[in-house]
């Protein structure tokens, strides 16, 4: 494997955050595009009202500058890559229009969930023809059981995939560092997946949203000077979902993304045990607020979910090599 395949995406996409980062803070806290906190949210978190958002923005253009450039550079620019671009961005914009509604017309919902569901599953509809007209694999493959064939059926698969984890990391992003750190191990592991299969394309921009994810999380750590907003957080999901779904290792993003499923569950389950019951499982979904309820800091929940999502990545490498 070429050296160069792995530094220059990373150094670039992380070289560009940094130095972008500043400027972008400085200019979002002139204009006031603070974080609106959630009236159902953590009173503790009030405090971070006012700090800067939609800092998704600044590694997103850095990381798809930087896979458009390096591919380009290395020559590894496919049509798959670019599709995953696509879906990058688009899951992006969607989350930056949720961002902009928030911030900038100060309504703390944002997008409704409809208007979301509707640019989601026109993504995905997009990634499915896409990746149909290319060739790929219709089929799900699982470990030790063996391959399904899905044929246009796959479609509804990645409708679920793309929606399913854009959401998941979404939830995920609500404490400093917390997505960032995550994210960026779920990154290196399919950069290494990449590899093993000489995907180099898929490698390119898994490594360019880790370093991006590198940089942005410098300023996203504890106290965060500034949040990835919905713009980060629901890209990085849908991106995720794209990069199994071109290696054909779907079933590797609920070990690898265990954090994010486990997250979404606690908030299907507290909603379903209110509903049922009247009664609450947890004292706050998504379930890092459970932890904090309980005393856990911020960096302590941090650590323990990224260590969990780290060892995860180790299981599935071990699976596959």
């Known amino acids: 494997m070429n050296l160069l395949r792995v530094i220059v995406p990373v150094l670039v996409s992380f070289l560009?955050?940094?130095?972008?980062?500043?400027?972008?803070?400085r200019y979002f806290s002139r204009k006031q595009l603070g974080q609106v906190t959630r009236e159902e949210g953590p009173k503790w978190h009030e405090s971070k009202s006012g700090t800067p958002t939609m800092g998704g923005v600044s590694f997103l253009i850095a990381a798809s500058a930087t896979i458009l450039f390096a591919?380009?550079?290395l020559n590894v620019l496919t049509t798959g890559l670019i599709l995953l671009v696509f879906i990058l961005v688009l899951y992006g914009?969607?989350?930056f229009l949720d961002d902009y509604i928030k911030v900038i017309m100060k309504r703390?919902?944002?997008l409704t969930s409809l208007q979301k569901l509707i640019g989601q599953i026109i993504g995905a509809i997009v990634f499915f023809i896409g990746i149909y007209l290319l060739g790929y694999p219709t089929a799900l493959t699982l470990p030790?059981?063996?391959?399904?064939?899905?044929?246009?059926?796959?479609?509804l698969f990645i409708l679920f995939w793309l929606v399913g984890f854009s959401n998941a990391t979404n939830l995920t992003d609500g404490i400093d560092g917390l997505m960032a750190s995550t994210g960026m191990i779920a990154y290196a592991a399919y950069a290494i997946i990449a590899a093993i299969q000489s995907q180099w394309d898929v490698m390119v921009f898994t490594l360019a949203v880790f370093g991006g994810l590198l940089g942005f999380f410098l300023f996203n750590k504890k106290p965060a000077k500034i949040f990835m907003g919905d713009v980060g957080s629901l890209a990085l999901g849908a991106g995720l979902a794209g990069v199994s779904i071109l290696l054909n290792q779907e079933w590797t993003l609920l070990l690898i993304g265990l954090v994010f499923v486990c997250e979404t569950a606690s908030v299907m389950l507290q909603v379903g045990s209110f509903k049922l019951r009247g009664k609450r499982i947890f004292k706050m979904s998504p379930i890092h607020h459970h932890f904090?309820?309980?005393?856990?800091?911020?960096?302590?929940?941090v650590g323990i979910f990224s260590t969990i999502g780290f060892l995860m990545a180790l299981v599935v490498l071990l699976i596959l090599v």
């Open 292 to 301: 904090e309820m309980d005393g856990w800091s911020e960096w302590k929940i």
């Open 144 to 155: 030790f059981i063996g391959t399904f064939e899905l044929g246009v059926f796959y479609s």
């Open 93 to 95: 914009l969607i989350g």
């Open 71 to 73: 591919s380009y550079l």
């Open 108 to 110: 703390n919902l944002g």
């Open 16 to 25: 560009i955050t940094i130095l972008s980062m500043p400027f972008v803070i």
